[in-house]
């Protein structure tokens, strides 16, 4: 994800999160008040896409991200994963210094990490992004919404990418490999 498209996510993001004072300060217009509960009650991805929050942020999107001037199908998968990043980051609360597996691997209240190894792994498996979008959700939830906005949204697409068959040749670079290496080091106390 380039410069330009993270700036537009966190905006996309702050918009709907941040009250009212901070956008102003920021020069951030507020996103109207039903965006976030559209995007929070819809239960699929292809609800997600008939959101006017998802609407806003697509459009926002330059034509490099949103796979303008691809094939239909191309473009189709790009919709979907972004509808994915808008469902998601509609539930996280704070935009947190933690990636996502950090968060997770933490230790919460005594020696367990807050999100179960099962529950973490589950997601790592997930097979179809509808699977992972309910995955997804309920850990950040999980984590009472405190997570990196920008990294999150970037650890989405590369699912997607991945999901696409586009896996890279070494195994540390994908991302389930990248999870578990931050989500164990965080466990240990590492991270």
Partial sequence: MDDQTKQVVLRWWQSMMLPPEQLKS???????SGYKAQLRRSDSIDDAMLTEAFRSLWLALGDQATQQGQSPARQ???????????????????????KLAVAAGRKG??????????RFSQLQNAKTPADFLRRLRR????????????????NILQWFAEHEKLRPRKADKRISVQWAMDYYRAAAGKA
């Fill in 26 to 32: 920021k020069g951030i217009q507020a996103a109207p």
């Fill in 76 to 98: 189709s998968k790009a919709i979907e994963c972004w509808a994915t990043v808008a469902a998601v980051l509609v539930h996280v609360k704070s935009n947190s210094e933690y």
């Fill in 109 to 118: 209240d005594g020696d367990k990490s807050v999100v179960s190894e099962l």
């Fill in 139 to 154: 850990i950040v939830q999980q984590l009472k919404g405190e997570v990196a906005v920008v990294n999150l949204a970037e």
